[in-house]
């Protein structure tokens, strides 16, 4: 059973560029969100997708975007890239009715240059 | 707003010895709690949940209680091994409308176990 899986493991942008991560759930789930991780820190929520939809949001600006596909994946983009925003982003899926659980990727680490 | 706060790291052991790792939080009504381990490179790793209070989450030798009157959920373990050596993170999940979902999470305790 494959767990969460995230591409590309590592990408290094020049600011004001736009990125685009990718994220697959675990196999049954049906909820994806996101988390940026900096250095030292622990993880921030930036958004929730279940069924199509963001459901929650995190205090992120709208730089940060995303989507969810009907097969449950789900992508994070963030345009005008800043050098602050290197860090590693982490997909987590979860069930609808036990959102609260989830399951985290390896991440993808960014580096804004 | 919620929030988790976590002792500072790093905490360094001998193999063998007790492990305690503080945690509280602040939350509207009764969040669910959790602990999270890092290991160098990889995503996190669900370690224990407790969902209300006095629940106790353990996997692996690891526990912690959900103590609603102290606002706690301190993470412990009898004898550490060097294979333990990793990043703990805390971790609730608010309840109430709109709420449910995301994880709030502390800043991380590094634990590092020598042999």
């Known amino acids: 059973d494959a767990g969460v899986t995230q591409s590309p493991t590592h990408l290094i942008k020049t600011r004001g560029q736009q990125v685009t991560l990718r994220c697959s759930p675990k196999?049954?789930?049906?909820?994806v969100s996101w988390y940026q991780q900096a250095l030292g820190q622990g993880p921030q929520f930036i958004f929730q997708y279940y069924e199509e939809e963001e459901r929650q949001r995190g205090n992120f600006p709208d730089r940060f975007s995303g989507h969810q596909f009907p097969n449950y994946s789900s992508e994070l983009n963030v345009n005008a890239l800043l050098l602050g925003d290197s860090a590693l982003y982490l997909c987590a899926s979860s069930l609808s009715r036990i959102h609260y659980e989830q399951y985290f990727g390896p991440g993808t680490r960014l580096t804004v240059t | 707003g919620d929030s988790v706060t976590q002792m500072e790291g790093p905490v360094t052991l001998s193999e063998e010895a007790f492990l305690t790792i503080n945690c509280t939080y602040t939350?509207?009504?009764?969040?669910?709690l959790f602990w999270y381990v890092q290991y160098p490179g990889e995503g996190l790793q669900l370690l224990l949940k407790?969902?209300?209070?006095?629940d106790k989450g353990s996997n692996k030798g690891f526990e912690a209680t959900y103590r609603k009157e102290t606002t706690s959920f301190h993470l412990e373990k009898g004898s550490v091994q060097v294979s333990d050596s990793a990043v703990y993170f805390c971790?609730?999940?608010?309840?109430?409308?709109?709420?449910?979902?995301?994880?709030?999470f502390g800043q991380g305790t590094e634990l590092s176990v020598k042999p």
């Open positions: 971790a609730l999940s608010p309840r109430g409308r709109g709420q449910g979902g995301k994880l709030i």
């Open positions: 196999s049954g789930h049906d909820t």
């Open positions: 407790a969902t209300k209070a006095d």
């Open positions: 939350a509207t009504g009764y969040p669910s």
